[in-house]
């Protein structure tokens, strides 16, 4: 499966590609059960609910203004904690939460890759806390969404976002003849699949069959 000459950076999204979840909303969660903070587990659980108002408010916002109020607002309830309480909390997260969502076809494309030598990054709009374990887990380099921190303090809000800039984020690796594998299911990657040399899109499950990466590119049905 793997061919070709050049050297390759092969990229993996991180949500619905390598892991069956969204790893900023469980991770959040997990910390609040582990911390017994009922308050921000609410705030959140409100943002996620078919069943509250806030569900909609934030889905509208997301279609109409292209702002992810709910992801802010859950981010937010991480305002506060301390460094070392989210590191300590993202480790049991990745470690003994999340080998269960784990998609197996890409884990196995992900091992292939390392095996034949190319360099694996994993490029995430996830939390840099989370993604930094999964890759120390999985033995690859990683770049994500930077969760902003004031003397060792969360301040809740993000210090960067990768969130529809993730070539942007890989620019400087790209001057290198590098060739560029990229598989991810989200469609805010486009601007990463337009600089891509080979592109494999992953339709998660239950989703419908919408090959909105063209035909050029591999599609992976989950």
Not at 191 to 220: F, H, K, N, Q, T
């Amino acid at each position: 499966m793997v061919a070709g000459n050049l050297p390759r950076l092969v990229i993996f999204d991180l949500c619905d590609t390598l892991y069956d979840t969204n790893t900023t909303i469980g991770f959040v969660r997990h910390y609040h059960s582990l911390q017994g903070n009922q308050k921000d587990d609410h705030v959140v659980r409100r943002w996620l609910s078919r069943r509250s108002p806030w569900f909609y408010i934030g889905a509208i916002a997301h279609r109409l203004l292209g702002s992810d109020v709910a992801r802010e607002r859950i981010i937010a309830t991480l305002a506060g904690k301390p460094k070392a309480e989210l590191t300590a909390a993202a480790r049991d997260y990745v470690r003994n939460i999340l080998p269960s969502r784990a998609n197996a076809p890409l884990q196995e494309r992900l091992a292939s890759h390392r095996e034949a030598g190319d360099r694996v990054m994993l490029l995430s709009s996830s939390l840099d806390v989370v993604v930094a374990e999964i890759a120390t887990l999985l033995g690859v380099d990683f770049r994500a969404s930077e969760l902003g921190f004031d003397a060792e303090i969360c301040t809740g809000k993000l210090k960067q976002d990768l969130t529809g800039s993730k070539a942007v984020a890989i620019r400087d690796l790209m001057d290198s003849g590098l060739e560029l594998w990229v598989y991810t299911d989200n469609r805010s990657d486009k601007d990463l699949l337009a600089i891509a040399d080979r592109a494999s899109i992953v339709i998660p499950r239950g989703s419908p069959d919408v090959r909105w990466g063209g035909d050029r590119c591999e599609y992976i049905r989950l």
